[in-house]
């Protein structure tokens, strides 16, 4: 008796595709709350320490101390994981499925966003990495300080430390690469497939990834020029 296996359908193509959705519409909206959360640095420090600590204290009494924060962060880290992963094997099928290829073969065009996808990745991955422990754990912070969330930021992108503003930047803007592909792959998905459709899908994506990476550097910039201090 033969015993056949069925694939789990999450791990069909269709599953991967609605993995990768499901998790990029959670980073998508944590990033623009993250980011409206940054621009209250411009209403001063006592405005963003306050914002800062209501974030800490979200939950209380149901939850202790800053479980809200780590529960957040946990099912971030569930996203980013599922994300990759999901990715990364409709990446390898699709390698797998394309015929042999010839010394000759013409190259295949692709914007400059998708070709950038996996490098990408690995800036953004590693970014995030440094800001942890950067403005999360304050290990890589000149000040360090949780009590004090405005000195942390304006300390992290003074005009000494340039090269962090460097980092941030290249980053962001690799996020930006990152967002503008995915959001025109979603909505070509959704039916945006004729040249009409395409054009606008295009705009619209580009539109919400200089939004979202102007939104992100406009923090630093403000810092580093003494807008913010």
Same mark, same amino acid.
């Given at each position: 008796?033969?015993?056949?296996?069925?694939?789990?359908?999450?791990?069909?193509?269709?599953?991967?595709?609605?993995? /990768?959705?499901?998790?990029?519409?959670?980073?998508?909206? $944590?990033?623009? &709350?993250? /980011? +409206?959360?940054?621009?209250?640095?411009?209403?001063?420090?006592?405005?963003?320490?306050?914002? %800062? *600590?209501?974030?800490?204290?979200?939950?209380?009494? &149901?939850? !202790?101390?800053?479980?809200?924060?780590?529960?957040?962060?946990?099912?971030? #880290?569930?996203?980013?994981?599922?994300h990759?992963?999901?990715?990364? #094997?409709? %990446?390898?099928? &699709?390698?797998?499925?394309? !015929?042999?290829q010839y010394?000759?073969r013409?190259?295949?065009?692709?914007?400059?966003?998708?070709?950038?996808?996996?490098?990408?990745?690995?800036?953004?991955?590693?970014?995030?990495?440094?800001? +942890?422990?950067?403005?999360?754990?304050?290990?890589?912070?000149?000040?360090?300080?949780?009590?004090?969330?405005?000195a942390?930021?304006?300390?992290?992108? %003074? !005009?000494?430390?340039?090269?962090?503003? +460097?980092?941030?930047?290249?980053?962001?803007v %690799?996020?930006?690469? *990152?967002?503008?592909?995915?959001?025109?792959?979603?909505?070509?998905?959704?039916?945006?497939?004729?040249?009409?459709?395409?054009?606008?899908?295009?705009?619209?994506?580009?539109?919400?990834?200089?939004?979202?990476?102007?939104? $992100?550097?406009? #923090? !630093?910039?403000?810092?580093?020029?003494?807008?913010?201090?």
């Amino acid at each position: 008796m033969v015993v056949t296996r069925t694939r789990s359908p999450i791990r069909s193509n269709v599953g991967l595709k609605a993995v /990768m959705a499901v998790s990029g519409i959670v980073l998508v909206l $944590f990033l623009i &709350a993250h /980011m +409206l959360g940054n621009l209250k640095v411009f209403a001063g420090a006592a405005s963003f320490d306050g914002y %800062a *600590h209501w974030l800490r204290d979200i939950g209380k009494p &149901a939850l !202790p101390g800053v479980w809200f924060l780590w529960i957040l962060r946990a099912g971030l #880290v569930v996203a980013v994981v599922a994300h990759i992963w999901a990715a990364t #094997v409709l %990446a390898l099928r &699709a390698r797998a499925a394309r !015929p042999v290829q010839y010394a000759h073969r013409k190259k295949i065009q692709g914007s400059y966003a998708a070709r950038t996808m996996r490098w990408g990745g690995v800036i953004i991955l590693l970014f995030v990495i440094y800001h +942890l422990l950067d403005l999360t754990t304050g290990h890589l912070n000149p000040v360090g300080d949780p009590t004090r969330p405005f000195a942390n930021v304006v300390a992290d992108f %003074a !005009p000494e430390r340039w090269y962090v503003t +460097l980092f941030y930047t290249v980053a962001v803007v %690799a996020l930006g690469f *990152h967002l503008r592909h995915g959001m025109f792959s979603a909505l070509r998905s959704l039916g945006q497939q004729t040249p009409g459709g395409e054009r606008r899908a295009r705009a619209v994506a580009l539109g919400f990834a200089v939004v979202i990476c102007a939104g $992100f550097l406009v #923090v !630093p910039f403000a810092v580093l020029t003494g807008l913010v201090s």
